[in-house]
């Protein structure tokens, strides 16, 4: 059974991540058991497969937050060479990711594994998962501005530890690219643990606010992609050192020093290739057919996007309803506008 999205692109059958949610097709499996759904899954390692059978509910939520993280990251590098797809491998299966240990596997591991946090996380909260729900281990003290902590804290603890527990067991930790898919898994998820904001509700006589419960909430899903993104443009080159079981670690490549990468800081191995031109080695997809804007300051920009390869032009009218005006009572009127305008894709 296979449950992914597949698609030809360029005549190679081709994984474009996760773009349709499968979420409902998923809620109907679990529907036939853990072996039936556990064992269909594509790409699982044994002890995620466990993880599965044991609390196959879970793996719905895993699911949503792992697109979740996906959409994230195509609405980041909508506008660059790289655009969150790759050529498929069989490790990419059901985490996406990039066959070698480079920036945008860096971003990619992070973002799908705050993702999960912070999917199960919000099903802790909703009373979705048998095995959690909200933290309440604070109500009755006091927050630091003199009020009550109450009512439903995301228990992001638990999210955290599951989410250590099963991405984490997709990477042996046996070779350089494991190690580096871990670390950045954790920055991922401290990310989401770092920015837990809190939220607070009045009481008191007719809203005059004598008094507030107050509870953590989880950080919005755009402002993890957002930092994420500074920190890939911020990353460390690191190499692996120690040839066996705990002597093998990361450190960082410019400095001669052996210093370890902080937890803070996404890492990678080599650096990346211009994703102009198709290169599975990669998970290139190249540029060819991508669309470009003439006009841009940003990466999109046609020169940037194509590679210098140049681009063709189509030109077709935009037709939409404008000047609408409600008529009393009860039409709406409007005018029918065009627009002649040019689209430009990379040859
Ligand atoms: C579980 O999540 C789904 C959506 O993902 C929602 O429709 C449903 O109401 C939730 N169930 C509970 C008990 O909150
Ligand atoms: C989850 O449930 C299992 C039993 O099904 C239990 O052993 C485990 O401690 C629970 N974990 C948490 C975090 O509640
Ligand atoms: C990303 O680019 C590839 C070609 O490089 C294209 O086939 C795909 O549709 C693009 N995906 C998105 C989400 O823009
Ligand atoms: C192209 O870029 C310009 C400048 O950033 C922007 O105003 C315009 O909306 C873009 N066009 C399209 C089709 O995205």
Same mark, same amino acid.
């Given at each position: 059974?296979?449950?992914?999205?597949?698609?030809?692109?360029?005549?190679?059958?081709?994984?474009?991540?996760?773009?349709?949610?499968?979420?409902?097709?998923?809620?109907?499996?679990?529907?036939?058991?853990?072996?039936?759904?556990?064992?269909?899954?594509?790409?699982?390692?044994?002890?995620?497969?466990?993880?599965?059978? +044991?609390?196959? +509910?879970?793996?719905?939520?895993?699911?949503?937050?792992?697109?979740?993280?996906? %959409? +994230?990251?195509?609405?980041?590098?909508?506008?660059?060479?790289?655009?969150?797809?790759?050529? $498929?491998?069989?490790?990419?299966?059901?985490?996406?990711?990039?066959?070698?240990?480079?920036?945008?596997?860096?971003?990619?591991?992070?973002?799908?594994?705050?993702?999960?946090?912070?999917?199960?996380?919000?099903?802790?909260?909703?009373?979705?998962?048998?095995?959690?729900?909200?933290?309440?281990?604070?109500?009755?003290?006091?927050?630091?501005?003199?009020?009550?902590?109450?009512?439903?804290?995301?228990?992001?603890?638990?999210?955290?530890?599951?989410?250590?527990?099963?991405?984490?067991?997709?990477?042996?930790?046996?070779?350089?690219?494991?190690?580096?898919?871990?670390?950045?898994?954790?920055?991922? %998820?401290?990310?989401?643990?770092?920015?837990?904001?809190? +939220?607070?509700?009045?009481?008191?006589?007719?809203?005059?606010?004598?008094?507030?419960?107050?509870?953590?909430?989880?950080?919005?899903?755009?402002?993890?992609?957002?930092?994420?993104?500074?920190?890939?443009?911020?990353?460390?080159?690191?190499?692996?050192?120690? %040839?066996?079981?705990?002597?093998? #670690?990361?450190?960082?490549?410019?400095?001669?020093?052996? %210093? #370890? $990468?902080?937890?803070?800081?996404?890492?990678?191995?080599?650096?990346? $290739?211009?994703?102009?031109?198709?290169?599975?080695?990669?998970?290139?997809?190249?540029?060819?057919?991508?669309?470009?804007?003439?006009?841009?300051?940003?990466?999109?920009?046609?020169?940037?996007?194509?590679?210098?390869?140049?681009?063709?032009?189509?030109?077709?009218?935009?037709?939409?309803?404008?000047?609408?005006?409600?008529?009393?009572?009860?039409?709406?009127?409007?005018?029918?506008?065009?627009?002649?305008?040019?689209?430009?894709?990379?040859?």
């Amino acid at each position: 059974m296979n449950l992914w999205n597949t698609k030809r692109v360029f005549g190679f059958l081709t994984v474009v991540f996760l773009v349709h949610s499968l979420s409902g097709a998923l809620s109907s499996v679990v529907a036939l058991g853990p072996d039936v759904i556990c064992n269909g899954i594509l790409g699982l390692y044994p002890r995620q497969r466990n993880i599965c059978r +044991e609390k196959p +509910e879970s793996i719905v939520t895993i699911w949503e937050g792992i697109q979740k993280g996906v %959409r +994230e990251c195509q609405y980041q590098f909508k506008n660059g060479r790289w655009n969150c797809t790759s050529y $498929p491998t069989r490790d990419s299966q059901f985490f996406p990711d990039l066959p070698k240990g480079t920036r945008e596997s860096a971003y990619l591991r992070a973002i799908t594994s705050a993702g999960v946090t912070h999917a199960i996380t919000q099903a802790c909260s909703r009373g979705n998962l048998t095995n959690c729900s909200c933290d309440r281990s604070k109500n009755t003290m006091i927050t630091d501005d003199g009020w009550q902590w109450g009512g439903c804290s995301a228990d992001i603890s638990y999210g955290l530890r599951f989410s250590r527990l099963f991405v984490d067991a997709s990477h042996p930790s046996d070779n350089a690219k494991g190690l580096m898919n871990v670390h950045n898994n954790e920055v991922g %998820r401290k990310i989401v643990a770092d920015n837990m904001e809190m +939220e607070c509700k009045c009481h008191g006589v007719s809203g005059s606010c004598t008094m507030q419960t107050c509870w953590t909430t989880l950080p919005s899903f755009r402002r993890v992609g957002d930092i994420l993104k500074r920190k890939y443009e911020n990353s460390y080159q690191v190499e692996q050192v120690g %040839r066996s079981g705990r002597n093998r #670690k990361l450190i960082l490549k410019i400095k001669k020093t052996n %210093r #370890k $990468p902080k937890h803070s800081h996404l890492v990678f191995l080599e650096n990346s $290739p211009t994703y102009c031109e198709f290169d599975p080695e990669y998970g290139s997809l190249g540029t060819v057919g991508r669309k470009c804007n003439h006009t841009s300051t940003d990466t999109d920009h046609c020169e940037l996007m194509c590679c210098g390869r140049g681009y063709n032009t189509h030109q077709y009218t935009r037709t939409w309803q404008c000047n609408c005006k409600f008529l009393w009572c009860c039409t709406v009127r409007c005018n029918e506008c065009s627009e002649n305008t040019e689209e430009y894709t990379c040859k």
